[in-house]
């Protein structure tokens, strides 16, 4: 194969490098050599000769290949010796050659036996394998022939199976035919026997067979005839029994025979009539509440005006309609149940609340034509358009007295709406619990329950009462409030005046009212309401009592007040200081007291909507509370009103009068002898003159102010006070027998401010203790017992640079020795 | 728990069936309820949100647009800090109610409210109310105006966030005098002993 390879390569090289006439003489002799070595070598090596059957052309194509113009020009052009040196060179390297292919196939024909064995070998085992071949198909064929009996068998069992069920369905057939036969043949009888019960249970049996079984048994059986007749009968007995039980109830009905409804009523299931029976039944049940009804709204419609009940007879009306058709579905619930299965309360309901529907269309209408609704809603109305452009006094006006007892009945009516309309969610939505196991179905029914509540004429009256019942309470406490305001009067010892008491009550009353209709919303919006009556209407006249201001005098408190209020509408005498200053101070007592009155009410509120709103949800609880929050903005105007009433006694009652008290300091000495000192602790002294004027100016306070107010009416004064005092002080000069007498007037000024009030005082006399102490100094360095980093020294409420001036008032204090001090 | 620093009440109101419950579903649920019944009364809603790292909270009222509830959802003009009062762009009817709808507001919303007229339903082919007769009807009665589509929650996001931050900018401002009424009382104090220096003149 080597050689077949190289000589091709030759061949290749001949023809195109020598075609181009480039190759040189060297190359040329090469070539030839080359070819004949190796067509010797294979004639030495190859045993076999075809090899050099091959070689042989090749030879002499190489050489006849290599153009004739070459060998002339290699005679000419080139030195012969230069020649044979390069062949022998040549020849050299090919005898290399030559031995390694030598060595290669030496060792390949050494190899040779070596296979030949191995191939023996190998031809050895073919009869082996001949042997398994056969073996292995046999067994293909054993596994095929199994497992086509086992597909047989399980044919067979499969076969077994059908006919088993065959056999079910062969006894269940059986058993129907049979029981078709009895049920034809009794079916006759009873009806003849009147016994519409047994009937209907046969009948019942025939519903309960599969129709299409029938069918099928029909359509195999010889005698069809037969079967087909029984099948016939039954159906035929059906139809009978279905009319006659329809036509007999009805029959019961008009009868008013109650056991020959219940009877029926008990059958109409029995022959797959469940809503028809239903429907007939509560249709039944709807004629019986509706003469009760129209009985009862009779009766109220000719209550006489004496009666006690008067003034609710609607509401009572009202609560006969949904106590009756509550007991009405509380006692047919149980045989519903019992006949019909359960999860049809709900086709029940829907029927009764048709009637429910009417009768409380014709309640509610009796009653706003006998109440007058419209039209007291059409005076709120017409009265709330012209208070905002006028005020016509001449309109009529409903007395809000007269509304109370109206309000009262349309609360307890909307009670009753929410009340039963709870009654009859509670009441299918356990039915539906039991009766329907579907989930998608129990999920479209209660969808029907809410969409038939929402959908009725209750609902629709609910809320026309609920806002009704909002229209006239919003107008009842606007009203009430400004009737309280109006009619606002002081009684003797009392701080504060009668329109705080009436206007929460009132509120209150109001938002008691709103939690009994059982409406959250209700109850949200009267808050709502109440919070703007109280910050626009009642806030708005305590602000402008205040902004009044209080002039100075003396005076008996509720003799003036009362003056004040006639005096009221007539305009305010000017120059009536008693009068607006009672008015002033009443207005602040006022102001304190409800801000109490607030808190308890928030309290209160939140309470009672708890007791009677157990279940609020996350939601509704939030509503609530962010109505509520309303209330607590009344609480900071209230705070804000306080705070206004403060600064206007401040600079009217306190400022005025504080000054020229605290100022007489300076008409004393402060640079006292030891016998000026007991002379002065003698006599009237600066701090005994002050606390006597406080007193009288606290005493005529104390008694009109509530006790908070007074607090804060005393907080304010000891302010003014304590700066006037400091003022004075730092005007004045003092020696060491000066500066002890001012220590103790300040201690027994704060010790007196301290024993009137609850309030620690002492935080606001701190600066004026410090300056005291400073000035009863022995020594200047003395400030170091108090000043600096240790137990016992105090918390400085003075700069040191103010301590330093203090110091600079005793006279005998050196100023170069102060201001030497390091602080 | 609530660590907000900003509390603002916003009321929707408008006829029946404009879709007030929709765009406050939308806003606060991210939702379109299929089947949306009829309010009742009023509902609530609460959702937070951040405007320039603050956190708000706002407190969405949804009223019914039905008459018979008027009573109930009148009641709670006054606290609001923004009205949202919002017509169908497909239902002529529902444009023709805004003025008894602002003769309302006016009289029980606080003068300071913000106001907001909203055009819903805009994904609809059958629109009836062009949008610059929208736009000019709140620009005569100085109300913001936003066309939206509940449904394809266009605009929603961005109306609710509007008002958050026009309200969180308006407490800002009205946070603001109280300092300057502070300042005023420093130059009143100095203006009076200027007018005394001058008597000692
Ligand atoms: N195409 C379209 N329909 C909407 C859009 N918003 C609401 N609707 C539909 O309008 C109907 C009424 O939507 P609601 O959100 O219940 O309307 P509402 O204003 O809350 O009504 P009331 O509660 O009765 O006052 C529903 O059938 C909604 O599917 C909207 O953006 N595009
Ligand atoms: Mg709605």
């Excluded at chain 1, 059986?221 to 029984?230: D, G, R, T």
């Excluded at chain 1, 409903?398 to 349309?410: A, M, Q, R, T, Y």
């Excluded at chain 1, 400073?774 to 980093?789: M, P, R």
Aim: hydrophobic share 40%; with cysteine.
């Amino acid at each position: 194969m080597t050689y077949l390879m190289i000589c091709e390569a030759l061949i290749r090289l001949i023809h195109t490098r020598i075609s181009f006439e480039l190759i040189s003489f060297t190359l040329a002799i090469r070539f030839v050599s080359l070819t004949l070595f190796i067509a010797g070598q294979s004639r030495q090596c190859t045993p076999h000769s075809h090899k050099n059957q091959v070689l042989l052309p090749l030879i002499t194509c190489a050489y006849w290949s290599i153009p004739a113009t070459f060998w002339s020009r290699m005679a000419t052009d080139l030195n012969y010796v230069e020649i044979e040196a390069r062949c022998l060179q040549e020849l050299q390297q090919l005898k290399i050659e030559e031995e390694n292919l030598i060595m290669e196939l030496n060792s390949m024909v050494n190899q040779k036996t070596f296979i030949e064995d191995k191939i023996k070998g190998l031809s050895f085992l073919i009869p082996k394998l001949n042997v398994m071949k056969n073996e292995a198909e046999d067994l293909v064929s054993t596994v095929n022939d199994i497992s086509q009996s086992s597909e047989k068998i399980s044919g067979k069992i499969r076969q077994l199976d059908t006919a088993r069920s065959h056999v079910d369905e062969c006894l269940l057939r059986v058993n129907d035919l049979i029981d078709l036969e009895i049920c034809s043949q009794g079916v006759q009888q009873a009806i003849l026997d009147l016994d519409y019960e047994k009937g209907a249970a046969h009948v019942h049996r025939f519903l309960s067979m599969d129709q299409s079984l029938l069918k099928r048994t029909a359509n195999d059986m010889n005698s069809v005839s037969n079967m087909l007749k029984s099948v016939r009968t039954l159906q035929e007995a059906a139809a009978q029994l279905r009319a006659i039980v329809e036509h007999r109830f009805n029959e019961a009905v008009n009868n008013e025979d109650l056991v020959s409804i219940e009877r029926f009523f008990k059958i109409f299931p029995l022959l797959g009539m469940h809503e028809e029976g239903i429907k007939e039944f509560c249709t039944y049940l709807r004629t019986k509440v509706a003469i009760t009804a129209e009985k009862n709204l009779k009766s109220a419609i000719n209550l006489p005006l004496a009666d006690k009940r008067y003034s609710i007879v609607y509401a009572d009306t009202l609560t006969l309609l949904f106590e009756g058709l509550a007991r009405v579905i509380d006692t047919h619930q149980p045989l519903l149940e019992t006949y019909y299965g359960p999860g049809r309360l709900l086709s029940a309901v829907v029927i009764l609340q048709k009637e429910c529907d009417s009768q409380i269309k014709r309640i509610l209408l009796e009653w706003s034509k006998s109440r007058q609704i419209q039209k007291k809603l059409q005076q709120i109305t017409d009265l709330s358009r012209m208070s905002s452009s006028a005020s016509f006094s001449k309109i009529e006006k409903s007395d809000p007295k007269d509304l109370d007892i109206l309000i009262g009945e349309i609360t307890l009516m909307h009670f009753r709406c929410e009340l039963y309309i709870k009654f009859v969610q509670r009441k299918i939505m356990a039915d539906v619990e039991v009766g329907i196991a579907d989930k998608e179905l129990k999920e479209k029914t209660l969808k029907q329950l809410d969409q038939t509540i929402l959908n009725s004429v209750l609902s629709q009256c609910k809320h026309e009462l609920l806002s009704h019942y909002l229209q006239l309470e919003q107008y009842f406490m606007e009203e009430s409030v400004a009737k309280a305001i109006n009619m606002d009067i002081l009684e003797t010892s009392q701080q504060t005046s009668s329109m705080v008491d009436d206007t929460f009550f009132i509120i209150k009353k109001c938002i008691r009212r709103s939690i009994s209709t059982g409406s959250l919303d209700g109850i949200c919006v009267t808050i709502n309401n109440a919070c703007r009556v109280l910050e626009n209407d009642y806030c708005s006249v305590l602000k402008a009592r205040l902004r009044q201001g209080y002039p100075s005098g003396y005076l008996d408190l509720s003799q003036a007040y009362n003056v004040l209020q006639n005096s009221i509408q007539g305009r305010l005498q000017t120059g009536d200081t008693e009068q607006s200053r009672t008015a002033f101070i009443v207005a602040l007592n006022n102001a304190d007291s409800s801000t109490e009155y607030v808190t308890a009410l928030c309290d209160n509120i939140m309470k009672e909507i708890e007791t009677s709103c157990p279940n609020m949800n996350l939601n509704e609880r939030g509503k609530l509370e962010s109505c509520l929050s309303g209330i607590s903005a009344v609480s900071a105007s209230l705070t804000a009103i306080i705070e206004y009433g403060g600064q206007q006694l401040k600079s009217t009652a306190v400022k005025p009068r504080i000054n020229p008290w605290v100022d007489t300091f300076m008409n004393f000495s402060h640079q006292l002898t030891e016998d000026e000192l007991s002379a002065y602790e003698a006599g009237e002294s600066f701090v005994q003159t002050l606390i006597m004027n406080l007193e009288t100016l606290l005493s005529s306070f104390k008694e009109i102010l509530s006790s908070n107010n007074y607090d804060h009416f005393l907080q304010v004064l000891t302010a003014e006070v304590t700066q006037r005092f400091e003022k004075v002080i730092m005007k004045s000069q003092f020696n060491r027998l000066g500066g002890l007498v001012l220590d103790k007037e300040v201690r027994s000024l704060a010790g007196y401010i301290t024993s009137g009030t609850y309030f620690s005082v002492r935080d606001q006399f701190a600066r004026l203790t410090q300056i005291a102490t400073i000035l009863n100094f022995d020594q200047i360095d003395e400030i170091n017992d108090y000043w600096g980093n240790f137990d016992g020294a105090i918390t400085w409420r003075l700069t040191p640079s103010e301590i330093k001036s203090v110091l600079n008032l005793r006279v005998d204090f050196k100023s170069d020795e102060i201001k030497r001090l390091r602080l | 728990m609530d660590d907000y620093k900003f509390l603002f009440k916003v009321v929707l109101v408008g006829n029946a069936g404009v879709g007030k419950t929709c765009l406050v579903r939308r806003f606060t649920q991210g939702l379109f309820p299929p089947g949306q019944g009829a309010t009742i009364g009023v509902d609530f809603m609460i959702k937070t949100v951040e405007v320039g790292n603050e956190k708000v909270k706002l407190q969405i009222w949804d009223t019914a647009g039905q008459e018979r509830f008027r009573s109930i959802t009148q009641s709670y003009y006054r606290s609001a800090h923004a009205l949202i009062l919002v017509y169908d762009i497909s239902c002529q009817p529902t444009f023709d109610c805004l003025p008894d709808w602002l003769r309302e507001i006016e009289e029980y919303a606080s003068s300071k409210v913000l106001r907001v007229l909203v055009g819903n339903k805009i994904d609809r082919e059958d629109r009836e109310i062009p949008t610059h007769v929208g736009e000019e009807f709140a620009e005569r009665h100085n109300m913001y105006f936003l066309e939206t589509s509940a449904k394809e929650s266009d605009n929603v996001e961005r109306l609710f966030m509007q008002i958050a931050e026009d309200l969180m900018k308006q407490a800002r401002m009205t946070n603001v005098p109280r300092y300057d009424s502070n300042s005023q009382n420093i130059n009143d104090s100095s203006g009076q002993e200027s007018s005394c220096c001058n008597r000692l003149t």
